[in-house]
Structure formats: C-alpha cells, structure tokens
C-alpha cells in the first residue's frame, strides 16, 4: 500500500488522539482478578457514551482496560489499512459490517469468530459473515433506514409541513430559503453526501431483486452503470438541491458536528441521514424537537425507504498479542447487561438477542410500521456493491462533493468517471469476469 503524507499526518493525529479508557483508582488485583489490557481503533463519531460505559465498567468488574485510540472520521479508513499492511493493527478495530469484510480479507487479516458462544444470539449472521465464517461482532442488527432529518420547530415556525409528494418537498425548500433558513445541510465528510446516492439507487431501480441483478451483472461484468440510465435520477436530483440553492454554502468546510450544530440552532431545517444520526443530533441537543420522514421524489412512485442492513463492529486482528482476552471481551459485551449499555441514549435494533434497544422515539416507530411492516423497504446500494468498498471512499464519494462545486460535472459523467474506476479496479483484483 501506498504510504503518502496524508497517511503520515493521520498517524500523527491518531497518536494525539488516543484516549485510554481506564477507570481511576484500579490497579493489578483490584476487582479481584490480574490486570490485563487491549487495544482498540474506533471512528471519532462512534466513541459513544454507551460503548465508554461498557469499557470503564468491564475495567471496574474485570480489571481489562481498553486503549482506545479515537480517530476522525476522514482518517480512519486510509489509517486501518496502513496499520494492518504494516503488521500494527490494534486488537480490535471498528468499522461497518459487512463493507469491513470486503476491505480486508478476513481469512489473512481477521480471527475467525464463528465457535464463539455469542454467535448463536445473532439477529442477522449475514450482515457478519463472509465464506460461511463469522468475522465481526456487530452492536445492531440493522441501522435502520434512510430518511430526512428535520427540526419540527423550524417547520412550525416556517409554517411547513412534512411534504409527501416531489411538488411539495419542493415547496417546502422553497419557503424556508425565502424565510432565512437553509432548507438543507450537508456535511464535508465524504460519506455523509453519498447517502443520498446508496439510498436513491434501490429506490429507483425499484426493488431489492432488481438492485441485486444490477449489482451481480456490474460487478461481474456483463454489464456497465450507463446501461442503467436511470441511475442518473438520484444523481440529477442530488444536484438540483445545488442548483436551486438549497444547501448550506460551506458543505465543503462544515464537518457532520457542524451540521448537527446548525440543524440543532434552526439554521438549518433539514439532514439527509439515518436513525443512527438522528440519535446523535438528539444527544446533542436533548431540548430540541426532531423527526424523520422519507424523502419524496420523482423517480419513487412506489414510496420505498432505503434501509442499511449494516452495523457498527468490531473484527479481531490476527496480528492480537493475547487473543485470549480479547475474545473474552466479546464474550462480556455479548452479556445482555452489558450489550444494553451501548444503546444508552441510542435507541436502536440490538444484533443479538435478549438484548435491551432501548425506547425508540415514535418517528421511528411510525416509519418502521408504515415501511418496514408494510414491506416497503429495500436494501441500500452499497450492501450490494460491498465488493467496492474500498474504492468508492477515494473516487466516487469524492466525485459527488466535486460535482456541485464545480459545476460542470453532470450526472452521467459521474457515473462514466466511476465505470472506469470499477473497470480498473475489478481488473487489478482479477475478478471473476474481469
């Protein structure tokens, strides 16, 4: 792997972050069992106060400490990747399931988890699964859906309502600019604005035997993304939302705390998001009123939602100095006690059973029982094109902040400039087909 500057420089901020999760006052033989410790990457937006909790409680009970090295969100991805090349992955290492199992190989790199005890609880041991093995320990059994975000006392202010058809989503975004207010945040962080994208794709392709059929013939191929012009909607879409000013200037600058800040303030009345952010926004902003509803478009007559059968995990690096403990720590988390914990403040759908999700707010309830149980959901594009993973951060997530600031990039040539990056790619991976 390519070592650059930028590589050097996340290092360099990975060491000034790295935050040992210890619990004050213990030492060897407190909590009546031999001091032992591991270590631990996690993305900066994911060190959440459930997952603190369960690492100072598993120091006080157990007597493990976890070094915990917290790494922005834009450096993670590039810096796992050096560490395990060079032989210095930490223990643990968190990231989605399953796109994780597609950026490593988890027969080289991964310790094999299926004989371990907690998989037998798993809600969904596909979403963790690559070749017929267990790789991840995953805290959700789904992310839920992608939907808008938005801050139900702007809308009062501003007189909207939640739109249900394309005219008056449009209408919407129409009368909160007039009134001052940015109708639409969007972050600089390169995963944030491909949302829009992995969610519009199955939306309109249509069903998930559809999106499957694409995803095999693209990836083996047989076929090419301008087969599918209808792929531009979603792109055509995405952009318009530049075009007619309804997005916040410095999408470019503004991290995702930015946005959480400025739709918490009502400077901005919408996000395009997930139930995983809108619990973040609600944490930051505990007094404040937010609801989800899915975006209506032209290219969905059917009203589908995007959901993300994909979760935050941890995998076990093979280069782990005592695997004992570290399997250990699974194993602990794995305890319905302590995998409740990670849910504080979070609701969510816990990946193993007889664990405690916690309350999830009526929003998600409406959306789950009109979509989820009304069978109106379908599959988010990336869990069918997982096999680009590892790609899609440093071309086609950066081709999409690209396009709208420099404004003569169209949807079509987006998906031309990334048909020649998978050809590539496939090529050097020596895919089948390829």
């Known amino acids: 792997m390519k070592i650059t500057m930028k590589s050097i420089v996340a290092v360099v901020l990975l060491v000034v972050l790295s935050v040992p999760v210890f619990a004050s006052g213990q030492s060897e033989g407190e909590a009546g069992k031999k001091a032992r410790e591991i270590s631990a990457m996690v993305m900066q937006t994911r060190n959440y106060e459930g997952l603190q909790d369960m690492?100072?409680?598993m120091k006080e009970e157990e007597n493990i400490a976890v070094d915990l090295q917290v790494v922005p969100d834009d450096q993670y991805l590039n810096l796992i990747k050096i560490k395990a090349n060079s032989g210095e992955a930490t223990d643990l290492m968190d990231y989605n399931a399953p796109h994780i199992l597609d950026i490593f190989e988890p027969e080289k790199y991964l310790v094999d988890l299926t004989d371990q005890e907690w998989t037998k609880r798993l809600i969904n041991k596909e979403m963790v699964s690559k070749n017929g093995k267990i790789y991840a320990y995953p805290f959700l059994s789904t992310s839920g859906y992608q939907a808008m975000i938005y801050n139900m006392d702007v809308f009062e202010a501003n007189g909207v309502e939640v739109p249900t058809t394309p005219e008056e989503f449009?209408?919407?975004?129409?009368?909160?600019?007039?009134?001052?207010v940015t109708p639409i945040l969007l972050a600089s962080d390169a995963?944030?604005?491909?949302?829009?994208?992995?969610?519009?794709?199955?939306?309109?392709?249509g069903s998930d035997a559809a999106a499957e059929d694409f995803a095999e013939k693209l990836l083996s191929n047989k076929a090419k993304l301008t087969d599918y012009p209808e792929l531009e909607a979603?792109?055509?879409?995405?952009l318009s939302m530049f075009e007619k000013g309804y997005m916040n200037d410095d999408?470019?600058?503004l991290n995702i705390d930015g946005v959480y800040g400025k739709l918490g303030k009502g400077e901005g009345a919408m996000f395009f998001g997930s139930l995983g952010l809108a619990n973040s926004i609600e944490l930051a902003f505990p007094e404040g009123n937010f609801g989800m509803f899915n975006m209506p478009t032209s290219y969905d007559s059917k009203d589908l939602i995007s959901g993300g059968p994909f979760s935050p995990s941890f995998v076990v690096s093979k280069d782990a100095d005592d695997l004992e403990t570290v399997l250990e720590v699974l194993n602990i988390w794995a305890r319905p006690d302590y995998a409740s914990m990670y849910f504080k403040?979070?609701?969510?759908?816990?990946?193993?059973?007889?664990?405690?999700?916690?309350d999830l707010p009526p929003y998600a309830l409406d959306i789950y029982n009109k979509y989820v149980k009304?069978?109106?959901?379908?599959?988010e594009m990336n869990i069918n094109l997982n096999?680009?993973?590892?790609?899609?951060?440093?071309?086609?997530?950066?081709?999409?902040?690209?396009?709208?600031?420099?404004?003569?990039?169209?949807?079509?040539?987006?998906?031309?400039?990334?048909?020649?990056?998978?050809e590539k790619f496939m090529t050097e991976q020596k895919a089948p087909g390829w």
């Open 374 to 379: 009304g069978g109106k959901v379908v599959k």
């Open 191 to 205: 995963w944030v604005p491909q949302i829009w994208m992995t969610s519009g794709y199955s939306r309109v392709l």
């Open 55 to 57: 690492m100072t409680r």
């Open 387 to 422: 096999a680009l993973s590892s790609l899609n951060p440093s071309t086609l997530w950066v081709y999409y902040q690209e396009a709208p600031s420099k404004g003569n990039m169209t949807a079509n040539d987006i998906l031309v400039r990334w048909q020649n990056d998978i």
């Open 170 to 180: 449009e209408a919407v975004c129409e009368k909160l600019k007039a009134g001052g």
């Open 251 to 253: 999408y470019l600058t």
């Open 234 to 238: 979603p792109l055509d879409h995405y």
């Open 345 to 358: 403040g979070r609701p969510g759908f816990p990946a193993l059973d007889g664990v405690n999700g916690g």
